[in-house]
């Protein structure tokens, strides 16, 4: 019989109150060794619902929704869609969960918030999976992601929703029909007029937009104060994560080891058979 994921949330806390952050949980809510899939900036943890279900019968998976998305809480202060919240709420959520050890997987943007948690001293994050992510997020993937964050229009049925999703997610490669409805299925929601939008805070891309660099951002010492093994996924087409950047993660810190997977951008979705056997291997081994 196929894993079923169950429905939880915790409080999480930030300088303007308390907000719910919800997540999915398969696997044995008694087994201590947890893997925690966190999604990119617009995403959400059903993202992970292939992956999740085939490590269920070895790992308590765990993947959230973060704060602003899916079925979390919308932050009072949109000002507050960071890293440091991010990892704040993570950390909350790893001691609801009592357990000590964490494996990490994180797509994007979360993979920059798995690779900020295990730069920590004492970090409980001991196996870490960067989904196209990595010290350096280049200035060309900002400005494009800041160009459609938050500004979704409505959409007057799923069909319409999914022309959308399709357009700006087209660098995750391609996908079936059937593959490509799901990805828009998990990150819509009906509006009591019967219509769709896209169930995130559209407040998410001021703070990318106000703070956008003039350069490439670089976040190379957290990198290098991650002591765990690490797994560098890099979509062959990516315009976030380089080439060049992966070699010099294979020289530092942690010294990842880095796969590439063909004929996909940022990123790859994990949807794919040899995406989650990638993945499987190195958190298994």
């Not at 308390?18 to 201590?32: C, F, M, S, T, V």
């Not at 951008?265 to 298994?284: C, M, N, S, Y």
Request: proline share 6%.
């Amino acid at each position: 019989m196929s894993p079923v994921a169950r429905r939880r949330s915790v409080r999480c806390v930030s300088g303007q109150g308390l907000h719910r952050i919800a997540y999915q949980e398969w696997g044995d809510p008694g087994n201590k060794r947890v893997l925690l899939c966190v999604h990119g900036l617009t995403r959400c943890a059903r993202d992970f619902d292939l992956l999740a279900g085939a490590l269920a019968e070895r790992y308590r998976v765990i993947c959230p929704d973060m704060a602003g998305r899916g079925d979390s809480d919308w932050l009072a202060d949109p000002t507050l869609y960071g890293l440091p919240q991010y990892v704040a709420d993570v950390v909350t959520l790893i001691a609801r969960l009592d357990v000590e050890a964490v494996h990490w997987v994180g797509t994007s943007m979360g993979g920059l918030v798995g690779m900020a948690l295990a730069a920590q001293r004492d970090t409980p994050v001991t196996k870490l999976v960067l989904n196209d992510a990595g010290p350096v997020v280049s200035k060309v993937s900002l400005e494009r992601i800041a160009a459609y964050v938050g500004l979704a229009p409505a959409f007057p049925d799923l069909d319409a929703a999914e022309r959308y999703v399709r357009a700006v997610s087209a660098p995750f490669g391609p996908h079936s029909d059937a593959e490509w409805r799901f990805l828009t299925e998990v990150v819509v929601r009906r509006d009591a007029d019967g219509g769709y939008r896209m169930h995130y805070d559209p407040r998410l891309g001021e703070p990318l937009r106000a703070h956008m660099p003039d350069k490439d951002l670089e976040l190379w010492p957290l990198y290098e104060a991650v002591r765990c093994p690490t797994l560098v996924l890099r979509g062959e087409l990516s315009d976030l994560l380089t080439r060049a950047t992966c070699e010099r993660m294979a020289g530092c810190g942690p010294k990842a080891k880095v796969v590439e997977i063909a004929g996909v951008g940022h990123a790859p979705t994990l949807l794919h058979r040899d995406q989650i056997e990638v993945v499987k291997a190195f958190l298994l081994t």
